[in-house]
């Protein structure tokens, strides 16, 4: 990442807040980011602006562009990378987890709720979505590998999380919490190979998805 300069603290909170907008939605694929527009809504000067729009570059999320920068939108050759780099970051850290993590992990992780089936009927995408971001994000926290959980978070930080979860249809939503289920199996059995397995199904499961849902 470009380094965060005395203004780091202001960079940060900038960063962050232009961060979540674009994975979200708010901020759309191909809109422009222009740091006098933007100082003006956050109310803040240019320079943590310039700054945080450097950061998000290095991240992948925008790219420079005449007067300012703009939102990327990937390709569906990116997309798959993305999906193929996940599913053996995720592989690897449920695999860490049921081969290293005691049952509190586990249990912590099955808490989310991010496996249950009414989960899969919910009609609160977003709702959806969060919880398996928690999800996600706690098998990568639990697996023990700093490293590891470093690369999947600037891996999953795109804008489509949210857009294409909006379009699943509920037999495809209800399939997705249903891999959560089985990676739980695989965690509670300890058993590492299994835990592996059903993580990278789970994710090229989505990516089946995804492919169908940007065509």
């Known amino acids: ?34 740091a006098a527009d933007l100082a003006a809504a956050l109310n803040t000067s240019r320079t943590p602006i310039r700054e945080a729009l450097q950061l998000l570059e290095a991240d992948g ?27 053996a970051l995720e592989g690897m850290a449920a695999r860490l ?43 990568f926290s639990a697996c023990g590998n700093a490293r ?7 891996n999953s930080q795109h804008f489509f999380n949210y857009r294409i ?12 919490v249903r891999g959560h289920a089985r990676i739980i199996k695989a965690l509670r059995a300890h058993d590492g190979d299994a835990a592996d397995a059903a993580a990278r199904e789970h994710v090229l499961d989505a990516l089946e998805v995804t492919l169908l849902k940007i065509r």
């Open 1 to 34: 990442m470009t380094e965060i300069t005395s203004n780091g603290s202001l960079t940060l909170e900038v960063f962050n807040r232009l961060r979540d907008d674009i994975i979200q939605g708010v901020i759309r694929p191909n809109e422009r980011l222009i």
């Open 61 to 87: 999320l925008v790219a420079g562009a005449k007067r300012g920068y703009v939102v990327r939108e990937y390709t569906r050759e990116e997309i798959v990378e993305i999906y193929q780099v996940r599913a």
């Open 97 to 139: 987890v049921a081969e290293q993590s005691g049952n509190a992990s586990v249990k912590a992780i099955e808490a989310i709720g991010a496996h249950k089936d009414s989960l899969g009927r919910s009609d609160d995408s977003s709702h959806v979505v969060d919880l398996n971001n928690e999800f996600h994000a706690a098998i």
């Open 148 to 154: 590891l959980e470093k690369l999947n978070r600037t």
């Open 165 to 176: 979860a909006e379009l699943y249809s509920k037999e495809e939503q209800l399939a997705s």
